[in-house]
């Protein structure tokens, strides 16, 4: 449903300064995120990943209601608070397999993501174009209804596994105070400090470039190509099976071959592509470029996510999880706002930027990120190691 929001604006009569606005205020999202992360730790992943899923069908609701003017800010705001259980996910998805195989299950995770993403926009759009697009967002709340009943039935883990020393519980320093303290244990005196800092600043920087390009397609699909609903998701539907079709072979490669070659390789081969993005002039060459993009960029989102999770000590891979999601979140954000004032100043405007903006991430990667696979030994003790005290 993601393609739908700009153009459904758009044709409410919404500048692209407007619909950035919009977008941005979905930026409550690093917020519930950076909390989120630290309430699931402390009060039960369940039950916070639960609360997001409520809020998520909230947000639907309000825009199926067709509700006009201002009061459509309340859909990004409670999309962008349904974030708050992100972190559960990541630390949930982790959790779930050892280091030898992270990187592959969180390729297949993801894989199956994009695979239902293959055919859910398109349909999606088709909706829109025959019944309209409130219709589309009516039918994606049984969805998360049933999405909820499943998270019903996670197992819930410990709280505070590994164990916590008096001085650093909640009950002894305060709850924030007591939180505060473990992350600041789990990250600094984790497997990977440094690559749990260089992370952070890589989510920043891949949000803000996700937040430029994410507003900017569906807007030069339906501006500069004269795409309806159907063809602005089809856009969505091929990123999708690009993606599908890379991620679990680049999982399986960076958890034999070493997950920072792995990220470098990926990094590199999509900004490539991207460059060729300005010079694109028509509808066909648009979808095959998008198609080439996803395979080469997404070869290596199972590594991410597993080099994430690895850097720091398993007790606070939820808190950790939701920051460098807040994070990138409030990179999307600040992406979604100036896309939409690039916008205004040439179509081609958001790529070029994005094309600096992944440039930088590359560098970022190769001048400090460390291997958190099995081809070295971390400095401190491992993720399944124990998290110490």
Sequence with gaps: ??????PYLRE??????????????AGVQAAASFGGGFLADAFGRRRIWLAGKGMHIAAFAVLACGVTGPALFAAPVLSGLSQIGVGVYSATTADATDGSGRATFFAILRTVDSTVAVLAPLAGGLIADCWGVRTAFVLAIPMLIGVALIIRRLHEPPRCPGGLSASRSPAAKGLASGLAARLVDGVVHGPYPRTAYVMTGFQLLNGLGNGLIGLAIPLILKDVFGMGYTGINAAQTTAALGSALTMVVGGRIADRRGRRTMMLASSLAGTAAFAFMPVVNAGWQFYVLLFALCLLDNAAAGAFSATTMECVKPAVRATFGGITQGIWSGGYALGNLAGGLLYTAGADAPA???IAVNALTTALLWAFVEETGRTRRPRGPT???GTGG
Excluded: C, Y
């Excluded at 449903?1 to 700009?6: F, K, S």
């Excluded at 409410?12 to 205020?25: C, E, K, P, Y």
């Design 1 to 6: 449903m993601g393609g739908l929001g700009q």
């Design 12 to 25: 409410l009569g919404m500048s692209t300064v407007f619909i950035g606005r919009h977008f941005v205020a």
């Design 352 to 354: 070029i930027a994005v």
């Design 383 to 385: 993720a399944e190691e």
